[in-house]
């Protein structure tokens, strides 16, 4: 019989407790090409002058600086634009399961989940 290998930390909206009803804790973006393969859960900042999602950078000085929401579905953004779903308001989120650039510290990741929640996602 085959093994099957599945990606179980990369199911769409994997990182949710729970958000508001239908769709008022989600919105469409477009994540920037460039941003690489991020799977469910990464941390997004927006680029200010385009408007357009990339990984939280908190070396950013160009609005990545700051964490606006959470990657819902993985996609491959390494050489095009894609358009996804991502966590903007009124959500709980299992915070163990967010995923954060490599080299980004604990404090870093404490300042995002601060601006985080100051949209109204609450780490647990």
Do not use: W
């Amino acid at each position: 019989m085959p093994t099957l290998n599945e990606d179980i930390h990369n199911r769409p909206g994997q990182y949710l407790v729970s958000e508001a009803s239908g769709m008022r804790s989600r919105e469409q973006g477009i994540i920037a090409s460039g941003s690489g393969v991020l799977k469910a859960g990464a941390v997004l900042g927006m680029v200010t002058a385009s408007s357009k999602l990339v990984p939280y950078d908190p070396a950013g000085v160009d609005g990545s600086e700051t964490a606006v929401g959470i990657l819902f579905e993985g996609c491959d953004a390494t050489s095009a634009d894609v358009r996804r779903t991502y966590t903007v308001r009124d959500a709980e989120v299992h915070a163990e399961m967010l995923t954060f650039a490599d080299g980004t510290t604990d404090n870093e990741k404490s300042t995002a989940m601060t601006a985080l929640a100051a949209r109204g996602i609450i780490g647990r």
